[in-house]
């Protein structure tokens, strides 16, 4: 049973390529995009190059592989309107209509957003709220799953929409806002800056693991009855609860017996998004997932791995 792994280089996709090695997968394949250097060669997993916008070169890529399954997590939080909806939609329709000509059960995981939601009050979000985004990306998301869900209606393709909410966890970039935080709370430690430099600390978001993430995709992908119970569906993956940036300040000063003193941008934008909340009731009952890693776990960790990556000591 072939996996073929869209977006292997970045962060979600490091996470679960380690995660499925653990599982036993053999057969993985990881696509990255051309501008990156070559992965480290490994037993298990198989790296190609492509670029998604390129639909002759990732029709060779699919007839190649020929994969059973497909998690695409490639595409762009950042950018023009333009880009995103380039990048996002063409890019996903390009995958799609490469995979259903080559296998026609191919079971797909689609990774969207949770930006999707944009603001829809201070409950738990079940996947039937209508999608309102309130950001480019999330219109490119949007578009992205109605491109998906159009695409299993038509060609009756095996496609499952998973919504991850905000993610967090050991090796994350600074454009997360949990990443930004952590590689400031190690540049203050290695006395490089004083302040961390913030553009809001009121929102409230609902944190999740990379690592629980990573597991509710290889629930979902694997599921012994994925055509009736996972195919054409949707899925929340979030941790259920929220926090808000001044509260997971105050977790990480807990960690380090340290306070931080926070300097906020002028003329920050308005909140679009106050707060935004799981509901992950779908995933529980269809596939038992359910997360596990707290968020003071997880800001251990990063800052663990951060201050690991440049070497400057453990924790204090």
Known sequence: MTLLITGAAGFT?????????????????????S??????????????????????????????ICPDRIIHLAGIQKGSLQDLLTTNIVGTQNLLDAAHSVKALC????????????????APIPETMPAAPR???????????????LDHVTHGSRITIVRPFNLIGP????????????????????????????????????FIDVRDVVRAYEA?????????????????????KTYNISEVISIIEKITGTSYSINLSEGS????????????????????????????????????????SLDIGTIS
């Open 35 to 64: 501008r990156y250097t070559d992965p480290e060669p490994d037993n298990v997993v198989t790296y190609v190059k492509g670029d998604l916008l390129d639909k002759r070169q990732i029709q060779k890529i699919i007839d190649d």
């Open 171 to 206: 090796g994350q970039p600074a454009t997360f806002v949990c990443g930004r935080i952590i590689s400031q709370i190690v540049q203050i430690q290695s006395g490089l800056q004083t302040k961390l430099n913030l553009f809001e600390i009121e929102s409230r978001r609902d």
């Open 135 to 149: 950001s480019i990306y999330g219109i490119s998301k949007t578009a992205q799953e109605m491109v998906a869900m």
């Open 220 to 240: 979902l992908v694997n599921h012994p009855d994925f055509e009736s119970h996972c195919s054409g569906q949707i899925f929340n993956v979030g941790s259920e």
């Open 107 to 122: 079971r797909i995981i689609i990774v969207s957003s949770s930006a999707v939601y944009g603001y829809a009050g201070t």
């Open 269 to 308: 934008q308005k909140i679009l998004i106050p707060t935004q909340q799981s509901d992950n009731t779908r995933i529980e009952k269809i596939t038992a997932w359910h997360p596990e890693i707290p968020l003071e776990k997880s800001l251990i960790d990063m800052l663990a791995e951060k201050q690991k």
């Open 13 to 33: 996709g490091r996470t679960l390529i380690q995660y499925l090695v653990s599982k036993g997968e053999q057969d993985i394949w990881g696509l990255v995009h």
